[in-house]
């Protein structure tokens, strides 16, 4: 697997990223800027600003998260995706961008915009209430550069934004949280689930135009996972320990539509914006041979209750595993730090399979010499 990169060449790699990812600006340096969009596999901590129930700030969430050991509002025992990447760009990593930190030479480094429960859609995650749906975190993006001109100028405020990387993970919850949330659920009456498919790719299309019209030049757009493979979806769904066949088509659709929009895009554009980072194939390497990085299981969560731990919220009261590294999930539908570690290994040196048109390492080096 292109997962398990030899230890020389990364030490080598991480050397040239550490140059190639800083910027200078007048007689500082500093790393490139990073933005984040998105849902909970991505949201720093938005959500414990806001009244909603999708919120991971109360222990055991947190518990690998250094130095505290505490809840961050991550959905992650440790370290999540953004934070993995910022640590390659030699930058601390993005703050959630409603937290009251950000502000002074904070913002030079990004911003966190990511809101665990929302989809592409409008209507996704409505029980989750109060989150930051796409719009809105495209709004905030817009007043973010505008506080940032206040700071360092119009000109180079663009030109901070021009040279960020930006990474947007969103989609799963439009299927797990809207499509086959019930039962005959509005969606699914709506539409087919090819058709529903179709849908959301038109839709995201106008989400990234949108976020290309701000002024991102780099971005990471990340699939979604093996949807029905989480412990939630075993525990709901699946027969016998196997994945969801529905959930699986879902994703089986969604992946390649999305990864062929993006190319139509960058050709409309002709330069090479968005990048597809085929995440799902990455976790989909560890789901079906756990053993192989490590894992004892893909189908157990850490942390949670009933069938595959994947009953229900991570709460102080649920069954919590002693070594997280042993387990591809964390809780019922969330990564863990570890597994978290191996899909950034892929984003940053994966081949086209994983990386399409090329990898993370590749974009830093390019951008290194413009």
Not at 230 to 247: K, T
Request: hydrophobic fraction near 40%.
């Amino acid at each position: 697997m292109a997962i398990l990169s030899s230890f020389a060449p990364l030490t080598i790699l991480s050397l040239v990223l550490l140059v190639v990812g800083i910027i200078v600006s007048g007689v500082e340096a500093r790393p490139r800027a990073f933005f984040v969009f998105g849902d909970s596999l991505v949201d720093n901590g938005n959500n414990n600003y806001l009244a909603t129930t999708a919120r991971a700030d109360a222990p055991p969430y947190g518990i690998d998260y250094p130095p505290s050991h505490r809840p961050t509002g991550r959905f992650s025992n440790g370290y999540n995706i953004p934070d993995l990447i910022s640590q390659r760009l030699g930058a601390e990593s993005t703050l959630p961008y409603l937290s009251p930190e950000l502000r002074g030479d904070k913002l030079l480094v990004g911003a966190n915009f990511a809101s665990a429960g929302i989809g592409i859609l409008n209507d996704t995650g409505v029980q989750f209430v109060n989150v930051i749906r796409m719009y809105r975190q495209l709004e905030y993006f817009k007043e973010y550069q505008n506080r940032v001109s206040a700071i360092i100028g119009a000109s180079e405020a663009k030109n901070l934004v021009k040279q960020a990387l930006v990474l947007i993970t969103v989609g799963g919850n439009d299927f797990v949280n809207n499509y086959f949330l019930v039962p005959n659920s509005a969606r699914s009456q709506q539409y087919p689930l090819p058709a529903y498919v179709k849908y959301l790719i038109s839709e995201y299309q106008k989400l990234l135009q949108r976020l290309y019209d701000l002024g991102a030049r780099r971005v990471l757009v990340t699939g979604t996972g093996p949807l029905g493979c989480v412990p939630s979806e075993l525990a709901q769904r699946g027969r016998n320990g196997q994945c969801a066949p529905e959930l699986q088509q879902a994703a089986a659709l969604f992946n390649p539509q999305l990864e062929q929009m993006l190319l139509q895009l960058n050709r409309k554009i002709a330069t090479d914006v968005f990048i597809a980072a085929n995440t799902g194939k990455a976790h989909n390497d560890f789901v079906t041979n756990p053993q192989q990085f490590g894992f004892v299981t893909s189908q157990v969560a850490c942390c949670g209750q009933g069938p595959y731990n994947g009953i229900g919220l991570c709460t102080a009261l649920s069954n919590l595993c002693s070594n997280r590294d042993q387990y591809a999930f964390w809780d019922a539908f969330h990564p863990s730090e570890k597994a978290n570690r191996l899909i950034v290994e892929e984003i940053m040196s994966g081949s086209k399979a994983y990386m399409n048109p090329m990898n993370l390492s590749t974009i830093l080096a390019l951008d290194a010499n413009t």
